[in-house]
């Protein structure tokens, strides 16, 4: 068999028989090459698909353990720094601790400490209670001799009115049947006080301060000017346009006199600009200069500010004084004739009207029933 003659290779330009046709001979042989072709595909195609999906896994695990690496990195690191922290908070606690005992022992030295001037202020109480009745007495005698010497110098009537009530009230506190006789001599002073007229201190000092703020405004006589000539009204486009309509002759003669009226007008007010009579009693105001002019106004604010001082210390001269001497130095040196001056002069007086005659009443029944109280054995 090994003898036998092998067939001669097959020509293809051969094979074919003449009666088929030329075409049919790819359509036989195309099945077998498309399989072989598909089959060499597949074998290379999917081991690299395969090979493919191995290496994104393989990169996948890659990348999840660096992030697992990662994670782990920082949890390690997170977790020194809290240890590091808790370190340092147990330390600064210890601290704390070792600090707060040493103020417990320190606390409890004071506290007994506190204990023993307890102790001793509690003697010192059942001591002082004996004599509460001498200390009553005498805080309430210093402060109805301090309320009496304000009624005095000041005139500071409801202080001393408040000063009869507190003394009134602490006494009334007491059971003891020897404080009715103090009482009723405060009742008495109490009595002279809320009897005496009212002054109203407060609204005279705010009409002096309403003065003073309108010193500024009232004008001097130096201040005065000589006041300007009317002008005469100029005729209207309408008026000049109805002149234009009528005659040439009316025209020329109505602007002559128009002309002529008008200066004679002029003339007569320059004339009458160039003397001017006024009664004044005292020349010398008109010749004030600005810095005398400020210095005239300065000294009337001065004269008012000494008059209400006097009037808070119920100096009554001084305040009469000064009272009159503002009043002469406003019709001195200025203009009478201004509303601002007389609106002035109205409020003075007014002010002037005002009585600061009152004769303060003494807290002396009172001090004395106190005093002898306390003198008795």
Not at 127 to 153: C, K, P, Y
Not at 174 to 189: G, L, T, W, Y
Not at 200 to 207: E, P, V
Request: avoid cysteine; proline fraction near 5%; hydrophobic fraction near 40%.
């Amino acid at each position: 068999m090994n003898n036998l003659p092998s067939p001669p290779p097959s020509d293809p330009t051969r094979t074919h028989d003449a009666s088929m046709p030329s075409e049919s001979a790819p359509t036989a042989t195309s099945p077998t090459s498309t399989g072989r072709r598909s089959r060499t595909i597949a074998l290379y195609v999917v081991p690299g698909i395969l090979a493919l999906l191995l290496l994104g896994q393989w990169w996948h695990t890659q990348r999840a353990i660096h992030d697992l690496r990662e994670d782990m990195a920082l949890r390690l690191k997170s977790g020194e720094s809290m240890a590091t922290e808790n370190r340092v908070s147990l330390k600064s606690a210890q601290e704390a601790v070792k600090d707060l005992q040493a103020k417990v022992s320190v606390l409890e030295g004071k506290q007994t400490e506190s204990q023993s001037q307890q102790l001793a202020l509690e003697q010192m109480y059942q001591e002082l209670s004996r004599n509460r009745d001498d200390w009553a007495l005498a805080e309430i005698e210093q402060v109805l001799s301090t309320a009496g010497q304000q009624l005095q110098l000041a005139g500071n009537v409801q202080g001393a009115v408040i000063a009869l009530q507190n003394a009134d009230s602490r006494l009334s506190r007491s059971d003891k049947p020897q404080f009715i006789v103090i009482r009723r001599a405060i009742a008495k002073d109490l009595e002279r006080l809320k009897a005496l007229p009212v002054v109203d201190l407060a609204g005279i000092a705010l009409r002096l301060d309403s003065v003073i703020g309108q010193v500024d405004a009232m004008p001097l006589l130096s201040d005065e000017r000589p006041a300007l000539p009317a002008t005469q009204p100029k005729p209207s486009r309408r008026a000049q346009h109805g002149a234009e309509k009528q005659g040439a002759a009316s025209d020329w003669l109505a602007s002559v006199e128009e002309k002529w009226q008008s200066w004679t007008t002029e003339m007569w007010n320059e004339v009458r600009q160039l003397v001017r009579v006024r009664d004044v009693t005292t020349p010398d105001a008109l010749l004030l200069t600005p810095s005398q002019s400020y210095y005239a106004r300065e000294n009337l604010k001065l004269r008012l500010l000494n008059a209400r001082l006097a009037l808070l210390t119920r100096n009554e001269s001084a305040f009469r004084s000064d009272l009159l001497a503002a009043h002469d130095a406003i019709g001195k040196y200025f203009d009478t004739r201004a509303r601002q001056t007389q609106t002035v002069q109205a409020l003075l007086r007014q002010v002037q009207a005002s009585n600061l005659s009152i004769e303060m009443p003494t807290l002396a029944e009172s001090l004395n029933a106190v005093r002898n109280y306390k003198a008795k054995p």
